[in-house]
């Protein structure tokens, strides 16, 4: 018992020979779809990142492309979610999923084909829905705007990586299930019923009134809660010791992690319905879910901080671990943020803002795509054999996504308190009373420059996304160097061991 | 030791928890809301879009117009949207019963839309409409107290409009007269409103809720309890509350 539980404590802390070559085979049998859902994912990043230029740059400068209705700024912002939504961070979930599912259950990749042939239908599918965005297809339900025509071949995407990862659980030589894979199992299971649930209710078979967004917020806020959430969460549990070359800090605190946040996140939704005509009730349901998820946050930040002690100057050397921990801090502030903006005297103010915006930027950016990029930066070598050819590149990457996501994120959340503030508070007149409210078109006024600041770092991060894509192509085309033992480290670390 | 299956039985089973309740149970509790019919008038309420309002909310959908304008009042107390008269009174559920598909929003870059046909209705109303969708900035702007004008940063919607040669008759549909002179159409040409542009506006102009129905009024705006009618229970509404709950 004591020996399985440190083995599943530890996943690769196992110096023999045997195992290294065993993990070997297995990294080399996920290489196909591997590549083929990270190559897609990089793809959508640069084109979501266009579209998001565009819908921010139309947002202070609503002349700019004006008379291209494909263009239209309700249409382009849209294109710009489900590409970095769907595109980038789905794809480079289910090529981080499937590595680690392979690796975590120790068997070598089965049915590679069925992997690639998802991978073709998932964009496929997903070409056809922006397409259909552009065109004047979308739906307008948010989360939910791919239109009714691509969303089967999505389906039959999904269908194939789900029989996958069941087939490679069941047949995976590993005896222990590692606190990573719950979470890529629960997700994996998570997210296809939700969304079948929510295609039902609101596509097919409409439900009525405003149930229909009770019905969209669940979807909709599970889909970063039950879907994205797990596996940025379990690929830090995996990373994080992986690259410090230690336990986690407690098993304990990992399935309480889990379990409260299975428990909790599912309810949270309602709050982006505060004040709106849904049931009281399950308004405050939504808050009080919201609330609690203070619990997984900080039992799962303690975890990882404590795993962290005693490591801080590794953070120096490993670019894996720099994005993960950079993620995983994120992930910890935006969780306290989103359960304060679900208080209902807090909601009254940001709710409608661009408040939200920074929110939805900080949990989808500066934590789950900064993970999806440490973990990048960790499995690309070990599936093609090859070294990132530049380091210089991935610091770039580095710091212009940092610097740009903190400016940006910064921006939009002071710039949404003072825009609510000015929207939904009524100043005192001197003699105590209760004056009129901003006019509208002062609110908008005096949020323009919070909009101009989220180009200009929105200017940055596209800088830092261009250099991992030319460092990505890069490493694919550079022919393949014998005798590599060095691994590409932003400098040489004097006494790390880089698991290979 | 394999705990699989336990892990399979949580993980479905939190998700259906939270599908039971927030989404079964309301579906349960009001989805089959009715219409409320007012003796007065002679009609229930609230009353369905007419056609060429409810091809207007295509348009409004594929263009997206909804992730930047809300279509729900906030409550009196909660916000300002009553100071600011987007409406007489909060959304409540029944509003929405007969919509197919329901844009409550959740960004409020361009002000709220319940009741946008209350605030712009009638040939005024469309008119506004015209100009302030060819030319959303220079119809609507502010000057603040540094001197500098703001414009609208609501794109243009010119592609709703399409320039044309004058055959014959010119078009009754003909806008131009409403734009101002640098928009003006080349000679012998004229500026027509394209059909989805009449649609969408049709749809703003159908944009208004009905006074508060009398469930609604018992239901959501309960009086406030009178304490000098006897002691009521802490916790307990007053008579005269209680049976209008019921």
Known sequence: MSATLTESLRPTATPELAKRVELSAIDASTRGPVLYFLGSSILWLILGTVFALIASIKMHAPEFLGDSEWLTWGRVRTAHLNAVAFGWSVNASFAVAIWLMARLARAEVRHAGMLTLAAVFWNVGLTIGIFGILAGDSTSIEWLEIPPYATPILFVAYALIGAWALITFRFGRSQHIYVSQWYILGALFWFPSIYSVAQVMLLLEPTRGTVQSLVNWWFAHNFIGLWLTPIGVGAIYYFLPKVLGKPIHSYYLSILGFWSLALFYNWAGVHHLIGGPVPVWVQTAGIAASFMMVVPVLVTAINHHLTMVGSFSALKYSPTLRFIVFGAVNYTLTSLVGSLASMRSFSEVVHFTQHTVAHAHHGLYSFFTMVMFGAVYYIVPRVTLKEWPSVKLISLHFWTVAIGNIAMIGALTIGGIEQGINMNVLPTNPDGTAGEPMAFLNVMAQTLKWLEWRTYSGILITVGHVAFAINFAWMLWQPRKPGITQPALFRNAPDMEVAR | ?246
């Not at chain 2, 309301?26 to 009609?43: I, K, S, T």
């Open chain 2, 1 to 246: 030791m394999n705990r699989a299956p336990l892990i399979f039985l949580g993980i479905f089973f939190t998700v259906a928890f939270s599908w039971t309740g927030i989404v079964l149970t309301n579906h349960l509790m009001y989805a089959d809301l009715q219409p409320v019919f007012d003796e007065n008038e002679g009609r229930a309420f609230p009353q369905p879009l007419p056609g060429d309002a409810l091809r207007g909310k295509e348009v409004y959908r594929d263009l997206g117009c909804m992730y930047c304008h809300s279509q729900q009042v906030r409550h009196p107390g909660f916000g300002t949207d009553i100071q600011r008269g987007w409406g007489e009174r909060g959304s409540v559920a029944r509003d929405y019963i007969h919509e197919r598909r329901v844009y409550l929003g959740t960004m409020r870059t361009g002000p709220d839309l319940r009741n946008v046909g209350a605030r712009f209705a009638g040939e005024g109303g469309r008119n506004w409409h015209i100009q302030h969708f060819y030319n959303p900035t220079e119809v609507s702007n502010v000057t603040l107290s540094n001197g500098r004008t703001y414009g609208s940063i609501m794109p243009p919607y010119r592609f709703l409009f399409r320039t044309q040669p004058i055959i014959g008759e010119p078009s009754p549909r003909s806008v131009q007269h409403l734009l101002p002179a640098k928009d003006q159409p080349p000679v012998g040409h004229e500026i027509v409103l394209t059909q989805r542009g009449e649609d969408l506006i049709a749809y703003l102009l159908a944009l208004k809720d009905p006074p508060l129905y009398p469930e609604e009024a018992r239901r959501v705006y309960v009086p406030p309890a009178q304490p000098d009618r006897g002691e009521p229970r802490p916790g307990t509404a007053p008579e005269s509350t209680r049976e209008v709950l019921q």
